[in-house]
Antibody, heavy 117, light 107 residues
Framework: EVQLVESGGGLVQPGGSLRLSCAAS????????MYWVRQAPGKGLVWVSR????????SYADSVRGRFTISRDNARNTLYLQMNSLRVEDTAVYYC???????????WGQGTTVTVS | SYELTQPPSVSVSPGQTARIPCSGD??????GYWYQQKPGQAPVPVIY???ERPSGIPERFSGSSSGTTVTLTISGVQAEDEADYYC??????????FGGGTKLTVL
C-alpha cells in the first residue's frame, strides 16, 4: 500500500524549533518530488516547500523562506521539514505529499499538527 | 503573488449538478488539479491535468478548462459529496498555488 506517515508535530513556544518527518512506503520514494503543504485551523491549503527527487533542488514559500529547511533521506525513504524561529502564524496541520509525473499531488499523509503558542 | 479564485461556497440539492469554478491568469498555460477534503481528513485528488479522473473516483466527477477558468463539475450530487474542494495549479515559474477552497453544501 502506498503510504505517507507524518510525525514530529507538537506544541512549541514562539521562536522555537521542530523537525517534522514523513515516512514513505509502498513506492520508490527516490523517484518522486515531494512537498509540504499546511492548513491553518479553519483555513485553506497552502504550499510550503518542495524538494526534487534526488534532493538537489528546493523551493520555499515566501512566508517560510530562511526559517524552514526541507530535506530527504532516500535511503531511509523519509522526507523532513526543519522548522526554526517558529511564529504563531505557523500553527497548522502539516501534510507531506507526493507529486507524480502527471503533476499535482496524488498521495497525501494524514498530517501532523504544529501549535505555536 | 499569483492567486487562484474560487467561490467560498456552493449549495445544491441531491441529484442536481454542482459546478465549482476556479480562475487564474496562468490557467491557459498550466494544468488545473482538484482535491476533495472532508472534515478531519487529508485532501483526496479528484481531477488532475484539467480533465482526468484518478482511478477510484466516481464518474460523476468531471473537470473542464476554458481560458483562464477551470471548473469542477459534480453531476448527480450525493450527500457524501459534501466537502471542501480546492483547485491547484502553478504560477509562471512553476510554483504550486492553491485556491482558497469552496465549501459544497448538499441541501
Amino acid at each position: 500500500e502506498v503510504q505517507l506517515v507524518e510525525s514530529g508535530g507538537g506544541l512549541v513556544q514562539p521562536g522555537g524549533s521542530l523537525r517534522l518527518s514523513c515516512a514513505a512506503s509502498g513506492f520508490t520514494f527516490s523517484n518522486y518530488w515531494m512537498y509540504w503543504v499546511r492548513q491553518a485551523p479553519g483555513k485553506g491549503l497552502v504550499w510550503v516547500s518542495r524538494m526534487n527527487s534526488d534532493g538537489s533542488s528546493t523551493s520555499y514559500a515566501d512566508s517560510v523562506r530562511g526559517r524552514f529547511t526541507i530535506s530527504r533521506d532516500n535511503a531511509r525513504n523519509t522526507l523532513y521539514l526543519q522548522m526554526n524561529s517558529l511564529r504563531v502564524e505557523d500553527t497548522a496541520v502539516y501534510y507531506c505529499a507526493r507529486e507524480p509525473a502527471a503533476g499535482g499531488l496524488d498521495v497525501w499523509g494524514q498530517g501532523t499538527t504544529v501549535t505555536v503558542s | 503573488s499569483y492567486e487562484l479564485t474560487q467561490p467560498p461556497s456552493v449549495s445544491v440539492s441531491p441529484g442536481q449538478t454542482a459546478r465549482i469554478p476556479c480562475s487564474g491568469d496562468a490557467l491557459p498555460r498550466q494544468y488545473g488539479y482538484w482535491y476533495q477534503q472532508k472534515p478531519g481528513q487529508a485532501p483526496v485528488p479528484v481531477i488532475y491535468k484539467d480533465i482526468e479522473r484518478p482511478s477510484g473516483i466516481p464518474e460523476r466527477f468531471s473537470g473542464s478548462s476554458s481560458g483562464t477558468t477551470v471548473t469542477l463539475t459534480i453531476s448527480g450530487v450525493q450527500a457524501e459529496d459534501e466537502a471542501d474542494y480546492y483547485c491547484q495549479s502553478a504560477d509562471s515559474s512553476g510554483t504550486m498555488v492553491f485556491g482558497g477552497g469552496t465549501k459544497l453544501t448538499v441541501l
